[in-house]
């Protein structure tokens, strides 16, 4: 699963490269209808959804193998309420995850800001 993909193409590059089955989300309908639009050649490799991250109850417990964050914590870290909107997506990102899955997550913080 990829978190609030936006118009990342990175997808894309990871379907080229042999990934299969992967779901990117966004919360914005009109992102997700655009990468519909522009990958229709990829459709059984790439799913999209709009969905928000925060908030999952869609996808089972433990339902994938993977979860790639490229930015989404970095957002919800610069807005109003950053605690509890980055609390939780993190506490959603555990649940969907299967036993011994990863969350990666790719940050243009810098390390001191990550890191606290």
Do not use: H, W
Not at 52 to 72: E, S
């Amino acid at each position: 699963m990829q978190l609030g993909v936006g118009t990342s193409r990175l997808q894309v590059d990871m379907a080229d490269n042999g990934y299969q089955n992967i779901m990117s989300i966004d919360y914005s309908v009109v992102a997700i209808q655009r990468l519909q639009n522009l990958y229709p050649g990829y459709n059984r490799t790439l799913q999209y959804a709009v969905a928000d991250a925060r908030a999952m109850p869609q996808y089972a417990n433990g339902g994938f193998y993977g979860v790639l964050d490229k930015g989404t914590l970095d957002a919800l870290l610069c807005g109003d309420s950053e605690a509890a909107d980055s609390a939780a997506m993190l506490k959603e990102v555990l649940r969907v995850l299967a036993p011994g899955a990863a969350y990666v997550m790719i940050t243009s913080g810098q390390r001191l800001q990550v890191m606290g």
